[in-house]
Nanobody, 124 residues
């Protein structure tokens, strides 16, 4: 059974930075693609970033490209989302997700396991 635990959320001023972390249990992490999604109040869950099992391939939503960086440490079963130049519209609950496969996807339906989410609030 895979469990994902996010951390690192909080309150930050516009223009600031935060790094989210997600630690996974289980033996499948190093062979799994990972993704970050976010959901603002009253909105659907949106794709943010994804990374391949090896970390050599990444993809980002246009809204965060150039500001956010996804990375992973397979030795520590951890994936990170470094967020710079944060904007009020980045405010959301951020979720980590793992899929039972190596290819990365933007579609949330392709992911099999989800964390409980961590709140990120960006004040103007």
């Amino acid at each position: 059974q895979v469990q994902l635990v996010e951390s690192g959320g909080g309150l930050v001023q516009a223009g600031g930075s935060l790094t989210l972390s997600c630690t996974a249990s289980g033996r499948t992490f190093s062979s799994s693609a990972m993704g970050w999604f976010r959901q603002a109040p009253g909105k659907e869950r949106d794709f943010v970033a994804a990374i391949s099992w090896s970390g050599t391939s990444t993809t980002y939503a246009d809204s965060v490209k150039g500001r956010f960086t996804i990375s992973r440490d397979n030795a520590k079963n951890t994936v990170h989302l470094t967020m710079n130049s944060l904007k009020p519209e980045d405010t959301a609950v951020y979720y980590c997700a793992q899929r039972a496969g190596t290819a990365l996807f933007r579609d949330s339906r392709k992911y099999d396991y989800w964390g409980q989410g961590t709140q990120v609030t960006v004040s103007s």
